[in-house]
Every structure is written in structure tokens, then in C-alpha cells.
């Protein structure tokens, strides 16, 4: 079954096999309308650009400890992103500015170390048709092994309490929410898929997660090297 969703997959121009093995697994797929966002990758950032979009926590705790307070932890669990934080969380800000000027319902985004489950084909419009109506946002990957508190037989849609970011991997997103993050995203003080946290909380977006998952993020099963840490 075709997936003629507008596409986005966040890619480092370096690694060559990661957006190989994302072309491969689309064309399989029948993805329809794809492209790689590939700017300001973190070898290519100078100074004044980072402080463009990005505020350390040391520069603003006000804030940090703002955007924290929905996971009731110290402002000292809350680390300094390094620079290929700053080039992700930079891509993901750009992407949703990029999406907000596109006329569609919903979109979908990728980082670029995802393998997509068998059957991703039959499963994503399957598991879209049982979610509530309600939802702003959708994560479906399996990062960190996290997971609803509890699962229900027959299930596959959970609404989630915020901070209700899950690994950011794998999201699907109506279009008023991309809308929404467009408007706020920069400067953030976070990496992406906390900020994501904050940033669902800030415009109290519906927020569901996916179980089973569809997505295995490669870096952390092993496929691939983590460029994070």
C-alpha cells in the first residue's frame, strides 16, 4: 500500500549508508514524497550560529528550569548539549518551519538511523485508522525501550500525560502542531526530544504513543555508530 505522506528524514551528510539504507527502506515502502533535510549539519556550525538557536543552560536557568518542570527533576539533570545535539535539535526547528508552509494534514518525520518494521506498509495506516481523532502528535518508535505504563489487549494508541516526547525517531504530526512548534521551537535550551517534551506540554498537545512499535532506531540496536554521545 503506497505512503504518499510528505516525508521528512533528518539527515548528517557524512553518513552515506544511513541515507542508503533510508532510501532503500522508502522505495520499499511506496513512499511517495520523501526528501532528506540535510542542513546545518554540527561540522558545518559556526559560534554565531549556535547561539542564534540554541541557549545554554548556564546562559538562562530561568528557563531551563521552566522547561524542565513537567519531569519534576534538579535543573542538574538537565545537561549541556554538545554539538551534534545542537545540529539535531537545529534540523528538527527548521524542519517544522519548512512543514508549517506546506498545505497537508499531517506529516511524517524520521531521523535517519530508523529501520521501519515488516509490513511498515500495512501496519502505519492500519494503527492511524484505531487512533483517536483527537491526536496532535504520534510517536511510534521503540527508542530506550520506553513504553505505556500499561497495555491494554487490542490496543495500539496510548494518550500520554505530559512530558509525553518518547525517543523522537519516529513522529507523525498534524500540521496545527508542526504549526504550533514552528512558532516557538527557537532558541531552545534542550535536545530534541526533551524540548519536544516541553514544547507538546506548552501548546497542551494531544500526544499519543504507538504499542508495538513500528520503528527500531539502528544506533541503539547496534546497526549504527550513536553520533550523540
Not at 522505495?27 to 549539519?41: I, M
Not at 522547561?67 to 538537565?78: H, L, R
Request: glycine content about 4%.
Amino acid at each position: 500500500m503506497p505512503i504518499d505522506t510528505k516525508t521528512v528524514v533528518l539527515h548528517y551528510k557524512p553518513l552515506k549508508e544511513r541515507k542508503e539504507n533510508m532510501i532503500r527502506q522508502l522505495q520499499q515502502f511506496g513512499f511517495s514524497d520523501y526528501s532528506f533535510y540535510e542542513d546545518f549539519d554540527g561540522n558545518e556550525l559556526s559560534q554565531d550560529t549556535i547561539d542564534q538557536y540554541c541557549v545554554r543552560k548556564h546562559k538562562d536557568w530561568d528557563t531551563v528550569a521552566k522547561k524542565i518542570a513537567p519531569w519534576k527533576i534538579g535543573i542538574e539533570a538537565q545537561k549541556e548539549l554538545n554539538i551534534a545535539e545542537v545540529s539535531l535539535t537545529i534540523k528538527f526547528g527548521k524542519v517544522f518551519q519548512a512543514l508549517s508552509q506546506i498545505d497537508a494534514e499531517y506529516f511524517l518525520i524520521f531521523e535517519d538511523d530508523v529501520f521501519l518494521c515488516e509490513d511498515f506498509d500495512v501496519h502505519f495506516p492500519h494503527f492511524l485508522s484505531q487512533t483517536p481523532a483527537d491526536w496532535d502528535a504520534i510517536y511510534f518508535g521503540s527508542g530506550a525501550n520506553l513504553k505505556p505504563s500499561r497495555l491494554i489487549s487490542g490496543q495500539v494508541a496510548y494518550l500520554m500525560d505530559h512530558p509525553a516526547s518518547r525517543c523522537a525517531d519516529s513522529i507523525v504530526m498534524k500540521k496545527s502542531a508542526v504549526c504550533d512548534l514552528a512558532k516557538t521551537w527557537f532558541p531552545f535550551h534542550m535536545i530534541s526530544d526533551w524540548e519536544l517534551g516541553y514544547q507538546h506540554y506548552l501548546h497542551n498537545h494531544k500526544v499519543y504513543w504507538w504499542e508495538p512499535s513500528l520503528v527500531r532506531q539502528g544506533s541503539e540496536y547496534g546497526m549504527f555508530k550513536s553520533t550523540l554521545r
